[in-house]
């Protein structure tokens, strides 16, 4: 399983930066290779300044070593190893209309003092950040995520969109990051029926679906014209990303708190933000946004069935 979902990683890798490059038109991916001094390593994906593209990074990372004493103590295991592999990104287009993305998928194994295995699961998922709310857009994206979902199992869908909903969520300000998506995590051999093949399946199927979940929200705004406020408004909602990732979210945390590759960490970062005091919205567009941020939306319209 370990070869597989890095075989798999790698080529997600390559097929997402490559069709990024081809919307964006100007700019690339630079790759950045390195090595963890525990074990281990990756290769860290930038592009910046692009047409499209503000900021965004698609990274993979496979490490290896000792289990850090924060996970030893979650687990309640003394003496353990790991492996951990796993493809990460988030996207920061330029134009305030066409919403950040993030998204990962990712495989982890855990060994005894004896070097048997002793547990391994998946985990991950996709969300989007508009900044602009489009109703059909948020309808797209979250079809596209029901559709993965249910060639699998009919309840994942509900269940992982609201634990995204209830993840993805700045608790300080009482508003969602954005409007979610799916989430999941501990996929293990025997959970709700399914193998650790299945399992498997279940999650590449999710991640192959990023693309067709997100490109055409892209390509529909990334050109639609904008203006100061606009754009104002996007580096304040900005700020908001920021908050989460560095109060909330448990990668970001547990990577800063267990000597992680800081460069990588930070990545998903936008280049530009604002915090303006007491800051209220703009007008009527910005209030839609906010509107839907303040409690989980159900996105799929059901089809009225005709005789």
Excluded at 154 to 181: L, M, P, Q, V
């Amino acid at each position: 399983m370990k070869e597989r979902f890095v075989s798999y990683i790698h080529e997600l890798q390559n097929t997402i930066c490559a069709e990024l490059e081809r919307i964006d038109g100007k700019a690339k991916f630079v790759e950045d290779a390195w090595e963890r001094p525990g074990g281990g390593g990756g290769k860290t994906r930038v592009i910046t300044n692009g047409n499209v593209l503000e900021k965004g990074g698609v990274n993979t990372s496979i490490v290896h070593g000792q289990l850090p004493e924060l996970m030893k103590q979650k687990f309640g295991v003394e003496e353990a190893n790991f492996f951990a592999c796993g493809i990460s990104l988030v996207l920061h287009p330029k134009n305030p209309f066409a919403p950040t993305s993030h998204a990962n998928w990712r495989y982890f194994e855990m060994y005894n003092a004896e070097g048997k295995k002793i547990d391994a699961w998946f985990g991950g998922g996709l969300d989007l950040t508009p900044y602009y709310l489009f109703e059909e857009d948020a309808q797209h994206w979250h079809q596209v995520c029901k559709n993965a979902c249910d060639k699998h199992h009919s309840d994942f869908y509900t269940n992982y969109k609201k634990w995204c909903d209830d993840y993805f969520h700045n608790s300080h300000r009482n508003e969602a990051r954005g409007i979610g998506g799916l989430f999941f995590d501990y996929l293990k051999d025997g959970n709700d029926g399914l193998s650790h093949d299945q399992w498997y399946d279940f999650v590449t199927e999710v991640g192959d679906s990023f693309l067709p979940a997100y490109l055409p929200i892209l390509e529909k705004r990334k050109d639609l014209p904008f203006n100061a406020q606009n754009r104002y408004w996007q580096e304040i909602r900005r700020g908001r990303y920021v908050e989460f990732n560095l109060i909330h979210d448990r990668g970001t945390l547990f990577g800063l708190k267990t000597n992680g590759r800081i460069e990588s960490i930070l990545m998903s970062l936008p280049p530009q933000v604002r915090w303006d005091y007491n800051l209220k919205a703009f007008g009527p567009e910005e209030e839609k946004l906010m509107n839907v941020l303040v409690a989980p939306k159900e996105w799929i319209v059901e089809k009225e069935f005709k005789s």
